[in-house]
């Protein structure tokens, strides 16, 4: 692509392999809003993070995005503390998913949903455009997103307590405090949280992607790219 290897774009070697995978991340994270726009408009509840966003938007007065944003920010703060690597992806993913929704809650393309059954079926909907996006944005290399960031730096300091139970821990306080602000919780809340992981595996099966092998490179790697392209320019 662009005169650039599979590898040398995985590897994010060049300055112009770093820009072209940015823009994958961009564009699908934009899609990956929309996924999440179809789960919100299934109208049957949201998933952990959703529902925060949503109490945060309805306590404060402000969009489902801006919300977003600024809740995606203060867990990349979190990250810094807890040293953990921070990509460039990883500011595309704080700005671009939530503004997405808050796009196309304006277009205004679909209505929310008036049975459980339709509902169960945008939410599914939603989760498959969540999984398959998840591996093209994965694929960038560039940083995983900042909640999923969080996740693994909690669970390596609490070494003794299996990252699962971290992560019913922190999407449980997570769901508990958004619905305390007005946050939607429903069935859709519990599809979201046990089918995604099992919809993520399936998709990135189909694609034969193994996301263990990505090698994320981190933000200071990405600006010494460039700075080593000015130097030999």
């Avoid at 300055?15 to 072209?20: E, K, Q, T």
């Avoid at 519990?190 to 990135?204: K, R, S, V, Y």
Wanted: aromatic letters at 10%; glycine letters at 10%.
């Amino acid at each position: 692509m662009f005169g650039l290897s599979k590898a040398a774009l995985q590897s994010n070697a060049a300055p112009r392999a770093i820009l072209l995978n940015m823009l994958l991340a961009a564009v699908s994270l934009f899609a990956n809003g929309f996924g999440i726009y179809l789960a919100i408009q299934a109208n049957i509840g949201v998933g952990p993070w959703d529902v925060l966003s949503i109490g945060v938007s309805k306590t404060l007065g402000i969009l489902y995005g801006t919300a977003s944003v600024a809740i995606s920010f203060a867990i990349l703060a979190v990250d810094v503390l807890l040293r953990e690597p921070i990509g460039l992806a990883m500011f595309i993913d704080a700005i671009v998913v939530g503004k997405t929704v808050d796009f196309f809650n304006y277009l205004d393309l679909v209505q929310p949903c008036s049975s459980l059954l339709s509902g169960v079926g945008m939410m599914l909907l939603g989760l498959v455009i969540l999984a398959y996006t998840q591996y093209f944005y994965m694929s960038a290399a560039l940083g995983c997103g900042p909640r999923d960031t969080l996740l693994v730096g909690l669970a390596k300091r609490f070494q003794r307590i299996p990252i699962g139970a971290v992560s019913i821990a922190l999407l449980s306080g997570v769901t508990l405090a958004g619905w305390l602000l007005g946050g939607p919780v429903g069935v859709g809340t519990l599809i979201f949280a046990f089918c995604m992981g099992p919809i993520m595996q399936f998709a990135f099966h189909t694609v034969r992607f193994d996301a263990t092998a990505i090698r994320h490179q981190h933000l200071l790697e990405s600006l010494r790219v460039f700075q080593n392209r000015q130097v030999t320019s």
